[in-house]
């Protein structure tokens, strides 16, 4: 009895199988074409159309430097706050962030014109204020904040 039933389930399995891929499909030719202009059945795949990739663009803010190079030859240490001094500040009162500072490096001889935002090497611009700007300093992923005052110049008397 168990026998009869393992053929009876064996042929149903070999019948459906052969059943259902023996015939390719049926193309059919768009209406007013010829019959020999109908397109070549592939087993391929046609080729999707052309995608555009795009990727994802992260930086670290803190993490930029490569940690194998020494400090000392870096350029992104340059300029050092100590070595910057102010040359000009064009403060506009009714509107803070369109002001415009001039800091000049005394050590590379090099000038730079500032506005909030803006950022040299490790510092940031975070204020411009008559007479004094405000940055700030990132140092190994910390931050902190520095004010550089602008020096007054003393008039002579004859």
Excluded: H
């Amino acid at each position: 009895m168990a026998t009869d039933r393992r053929r009876f389930w064996t042929v149903v399995c070999a019948g459906l199988f052969f059943a259902c891929g023996g015939e390719e499909p049926v193309v059919q030719a768009p209406p007013g074409a010829s019959p020999a202009a109908a397109p070549a059945v592939s087993d391929t795949v046609a080729p999707a159309a052309q995608t555009d990739l795009m990727r994802e663009v992260f930086s670290y803010r803190g993490s930029g430097r490569d940690p194998f190079m020494s400090l000392l030859q870096s350029d992104d240490v340059r300029p050092l706050i100590e070595d910057l001094r102010i040359s000009s500040i064009a403060y506009d009162p009714r509107y803070p962030a369109a002001s415009v500072a001039i800091l000049r490096d005394t050590i590379a001889n090099q000038a730079y014109s500032v506005r909030v935002g803006d950022e040299l090497g490790r510092l940031r611009v975070a204020e411009i204020l008559p007479g004094e700007i405000v940055l700030i300093v990132t140092e190994f992923g910390s931050e902190r904040q520095e004010t550089l005052r602008q020096r007054q110049t003393r008039e002579r008397t004859p």
